[in-house]
């Protein structure tokens, strides 16, 4: 027979192991929902930031922003602190207005100063959108990573 002493060491044992796997599972959760939207959104929008080609900058931001535009976000990014710039509405504008200058660049002589002046904004435009600036926190890339673990996390409070 188990004594008392060793009874509540075992009990104890057991709820540190439970607590030890519901804190673990609060931390992992968020890691994976920013994972999945990097794998199934982020990286095209990265691949569009890193394309020299036009053709292929437009191809993947278009993709990028198809799979946003799907995911419907509403409200702000954050729960706290709600601004015009974490807007979801408003950042689906911004993103609709890069993809419109993307769009427009195509139509351009390639040898042009307007073409070569438009690409480059263009390509400092996507940067900051990413948040590649330097100094830069979050772009608005993470604002919309934010909504979508914000979205499908049952972890909502500690997306960052």
């Not at 540190?16 to 890691?31: C, E, Q």
């Not at 053709?55 to 729960?79: A, P, Q, T």
């Not at 706290?80 to 504008?93: A, C, Q, T, V």
């Amino acid at each position: 027979m188990i004594n008392k002493k060793s009874q509540t060491v075992v009990i104890l044992g057991l709820l540190a192991v439970i607590g030890f796997f519901f804190l673990a599972l609060f931390m992992i959760n968020p890691l994976w929902k920013g994972y999945k939207f990097n794998r199934d959104i982020g990286s095209y929008c990265e691949l569009a930031y890193e394309a020299s080609d036009i053709d292929k900058k437009i191809e993947y931001f278009d993709i990028c922003l198809d799979k946003l535009h799907n995911e419907d976000f509403k409200g702000h990014s954050v729960w706290w602190f709600k601004k015009p710039n974490n807007k979801l509405s408003e950042l689906y504008e911004v993103a609709n207005s890069l993809q419109t200058r993307l769009h427009n660049l195509k139509g351009m002589e390639k040898s042009s100063f307007e073409y070569q002046t438009g690409l480059a904004q263009v390509e400092e435009e996507i940067a900051y959108f990413l948040g590649k600036e330097e100094g830069q926190i979050s772009g608005t890339l993470g604002n919309f990573k934010r909504a979508y673990c914000f979205k499908y996390s049952f972890t909502k409070y500690i997306c960052a």
